[in-house]
Antibody
């Protein structure tokens, strides 16, 4: 089955760090750009970060720039999001998504993992 | 404040037609970037509904259609059904932000 599965979410204190993983199965991620999107409780979708297919270009939304780092390991078919200097406003469900073409749609989504930043 | 503007809510009776607007600017939709639409039910991940302004992925009923003109786009749903009650999001790229942007989402209620 073609799917993305996120993991690594949980409760973390303000200022702390967390690493999310997005494991792909049923296809190889090396042909795709991969993105992270988040959704705070009761709100809409927010673009977080993106990485191109070979991992040499990364992009970030303004709200996470300088604090989050996206990476990928094509040999493990997995994408990561290293989150640092976490703030309460980073509390959200984090989804990873697959992109087939530049500026293309998020054609496949994971189920999401919840990150809660609180003391 | 989302870069793309959607109405917070729309409603319609079963069988009716509803439309959801998505208004952008010259740095995103107006610059020629494609608009995509997603459907999301509570507690689940979004699902791709329309891509490239007006294309339906396999399995999406033809009751759903998209259009784009100038700095705006629109999602239309005809023959409204109770199962269409969900949140809908538009999505594009903004060159001034160098990143993807979403609309704030529209909650569709089937009366």
């Amino acid at each position: 089955e073609v799917q993305l599965v996120e993991s690594g979410g949980g409760l973390v204190q303000p200022g702390g760090s967390l690493r999310l993983s997005c494991a792909a199965s049923g296809f190889t991620i090396r042909s795709y750009g991969m993105h992270w999107v988040r959704q705070a409780p009761g709100t809409g979708l927010e673009y977080v970060s993106a990485i191109n297919s070979n991992g040499d270009r990364t992009f970030y939304g303004n709200s996470v720039k300088g604090r989050f780092t996206i990476s990928r390991d094509n040999s493990k078919n997995t994408v990561y999001l290293q989150m640092g200097s976490l703030r309460p406003e980073d509390t959200a469900v984090y989804f990873c998504a697959r992109v087939g073409v530049t500026y293309g749609p998020y054609e496949l989504w994971g189920q999401g993992t919840l990150v809660t930043v609180s003391s | 404040q989302s870069v793309l503007t959607q109405p917070p809510s729309v409603s319609g009776a079963p069988g009716q037609r509803v439309s959801i607007s998505c208004t952008g600017s010259s740095s995103n939709i107006g610059a020629g970037y494609d608009v995509h639409w997603y459907q999301q039910f509570p507690g689940t991940a979004p699902k791709l509904l329309i891509y490239g302004n007006n294309n339906r992925p396999s399995g999406v009923p033809d009751r759903f259609s998209g259009s784009k003109s100038g700095t705006s786009a629109s999602l239309a749903i005809t023959g409204l059904q109770a199962e269409d009650e969900a949140d809908y999001y538009c999505h594009s790229y903004d060159y001034s932000l160098s990143g993807r942007v979403f609309g704030g989402g529209t909650k569709l209620t089937v009366l």
